[in-house]
């Protein structure tokens, strides 16, 4: 069973930073992607950040271009999302993701960020 755990959200004021992890377990082997959703208050979920598994290429939306930087440690099944420089826009439920014949999703983690 694909079980998916985020953790390090929380309230931070504009400017700060957090670090979100996404930590896996019972994966199937066909993973080739993961990577971070998020969805704001009365938005649809958006696309934030991907990494492939293997060549570890990175991928942004345009939102998250020079604040975010997402990595992951194969051997743990570990995923993360470094923020910086956060703004209120960024205030959101950050859900993780991977990639293989199907998608598996994380609970979601709250960030909130103060003005």
């Known amino acids: 069973q694909v079980q998916l755990v985020e953790s390090g959200g929380g309230l931070v004021q504009t400017g700060g930073s957090l670090k979100l992890s996404c930590a896996a377990s019972?994966?199937?082997?066909?993973?080739?992607?993961m990577g971070w959703f998020r969805q704001g208050p009365g938005k649809e979920r958006e696309f934030v950040s991907a990494?492939?598994?293997?060549?570890?290429?990175?991928y942004y939306a345009e939102s998250a271009k020079g604040r975010f930087i997402i990595s992951r440690d194969n051997a743990k099944n570990t995923l993360w999302l470094q923020m910086n420089s956060l703004k209120p826009e960024d205030t959101a439920v950050y859900y993780c993701?991977?990639?293989?014949?199907?998608?598996?999703w994380g609970q979601g983690t709250q960030v909130t960020v103060s003005s």
């Open positions: 993701y991977w990639r293989g014949l199907y998608d598996y």
């Open positions: 019972g994966l199937p082997d066909d993973v080739y992607t």
């Open positions: 990494i492939m598994w293997i060549a570890g290429g990175t």
